[in-house]
């Protein structure tokens, strides 16, 4: 008995699979897929951490009254650092959700052409971000910006973030430049 599929645009789990597996064909396309790869490889290892971390604190919160201090600091921080990490492989192996119920019937082209506008807005929203948070970075360690309890510094998250947003810019910059050679090159 086959299954009814209701939204018959969403690819199957082995589709999501064999799409992240491609890498792109050319050497730019090479490094910035490795590149972003690391970038969330290290923001995993960074969640694994503050995931072991809060297990700890809440278990010695539980069992000794002693939970980890400061441990609330450590995760907001963390975790928004692995945010932007986990950004430019979200955007090169098109991970990023997309809302087609408008244009379910449009033809393709006018799709792909939609989506390199789209990345070209990410593109330059991530650039403006970057350049905003270097700034922004730059003040925190000017001014000895620290957390409440732990008094730890603040300018040591921004170079991960800034970096993420860099490599975000490129990456959305490439698959949009992706993108429209497909438009030309395949005349969808």
Request: aromatic share 14%.
């Amino acid at each position: 008995m086959r299954r009814a599929r209701f939204w018959t645009n969403i690819p199957n789990k082995r589709d999501i699979m064999t799409a992240m597996e491609n890498q792109p064909e050319n050497h730019i396309g090479r490094v910035l897929y490795f590149l972003s790869k690391m970038a969330a490889i290290l923001g995993g290892l960074i969640m694994s951490g503050l995931i072991i971390m809060v297990v700890i604190s809440v278990i010695g919160r539980w069992l000794f009254s002693m939970p980890v201090y400061g441990d609330f600091e450590m995760v907001s921080t963390g975790t928004a650092v692995t945010v932007f990490l986990f950004l430019p492989y979200c955007q090169i192996t098109r991970g990023n959700v997309i809302v087609d119920v408008f244009l379910n019937w449009a033809p393709k082209k006018l799709q792909t052409s939609l989506d390199v506008v789209g990345s070209l807005l990410l593109g330059i929203i991530s650039g403006l971000l970057a350049w905003r948070m270097t700034l922004g970075g730059f003040n925190a360690l000017n001014y000895n910006e620290t957390t409440y309890i732990l008094a730890l510094p603040l300018w040591w998250a921004y170079p991960f973030i800034v970096f993420s947003l860099g490599l975000l810019f490129l990456t959305s910059l490439y698959t949009a430049t992706h993108d429209m050679a497909r438009i030309f090159r395949d005349k969808l």
